[in-house]
């Protein structure tokens, strides 16, 4: 078993100063679960943030009607969003919980890229499996795989023609794309202190959501606690968002 200071030794800070920052998930909540600590210390850092939703995660509350809950997961989300100083916060429409991987799906998102331009794109891991071993959702692993693909796709102007005529040109920008809960992370992003608070009352935001979950299911302190302090552990800090950052050019 390794020791944990060669654990720590192959995570790298991820240290880069980014000027744009585009965060694509699925659904409400999926940058809430850690992601939102570093989107918070990348504002500070000066860095304009911004989000793109594929969903409004309408299906995600058993006991609200689809037509009820996409408006009022949309309105948390914007609302968490501000909470680590995101306003921009787009969403697509696309079924939720019945995402499907495609060309469809690659020009939506490419479509967000063209239209912020970003130096770094945050993508959700597309394997089975998460950093702790549940099976990762469905939405989840199309969404961060056309992710990565659609950053690629930014850059041909011989691909999604028809984002031309929207004014959307090219953009071959991205730098990096950090992939969040991914079972092989290799950079860290040290959000202890005032960024691990920010995601704690960032997650506090999605309150129809969390007011229908389990009762065993952690409360948001607990829960990044969980995903935070043990990414922190892994490299000998307080709280640590854990990506696996992948490079571009």
């Known amino acids: 078993m390794d020791s944990p200071s060669a654990t720590a030794a192959a995570l790298e800070p991820l240290e880069t100063t980014f000027s744009s920052v585009l965060c694509v998930v699925a659904h409400p909540d999926d940058i809430e679960y850690g992601t939102a600590a570093a989107v918070h210390r990348w504002v500070g850092e000066g860095a304009t943030v911004r989000y793109f939703l594929l969903t409004r995660g309408e299906a995600g509350i058993d006991t609200m009607d689809p037509a009820g809950a996409g408006p009022a997961r949309e309105a948390e989300e914007r609302e968490s969003a501000r909470r680590v100083g995101v306003e921009d916060v787009a969403f697509g429409d696309h079924p939720d919980g019945a995402i499907e991987y495609?060309?469809?799906?690659?020009?939506?998102?490419?479509?967000?890229?063209?239209?912020?331009?970003?130096?770094?794109?945050?993508?959700?891991?597309?394997?089975?499996?998460?950093?702790?071993?549940?099976?990762?959702?469905?939405?989840?692993?199309?969404?961060?795989?056309?992710?990565?693909?659609?950053?690629?796709?930014?850059?041909?102007?011989?691909?999604?023609?028809?984002?031309?005529?929207?004014?959307?040109?090219?953009?071959?920008?991205?730098?990096?794309?950090?992939?969040?809960?991914?079972?092989?992370?290799?950079?860290?992003?040290?959000?202890?202190?005032?960024?691990?608070?920010?995601?704690?009352?960032?997650?506090?935001?999605?309150?129809?959501?969390?007011?229908?979950?389990?009762?065993?299911?952690?409360?948001?302190?607990?829960?990044?606690?969980?995903?935070?302090?043990?990414?922190?552990?892994?490299?000998?800090?307080?709280?640590?968002?854990?990506?696996?950052?992948?490079?571009?050019?």
Do not use: C
Request: net charge negative.
């Open 102 to 249: 495609g060309v469809a799906l690659r020009r939506d998102i490419t479509r967000a890229i063209r239209r912020t331009r970003p130096d770094l794109v945050v993508a959700q891991t597309w394997d089975l499996r998460f950093a702790g071993g549940m099976v990762n959702q469905a939405d989840h692993r199309a969404v961060g795989l056309a992710t990565l693909d659609a950053v690629a796709d930014a850059g041909n102007r011989w691909l999604h023609r028809d984002l031309d005529a929207e004014g959307l040109q090219p953009w071959g920008g991205v730098t990096a794309v950090a992939v969040a809960g991914s079972p092989t992370p290799t950079h860290f992003v040290d959000v202890s202190g005032e960024h691990f608070e920010a995601a704690v009352h960032s997650l506090e935001a999605h309150e129809a959501y969390n007011s229908v979950l389990p009762e065993d299911f952690p409360k948001p302190r607990a829960l990044l606690q969980m995903i935070l302090g043990g990414g922190g552990e892994r490299v000998g800090v307080e709280h640590a968002a854990l990506f696996d950052v992948i490079r571009r050019g």
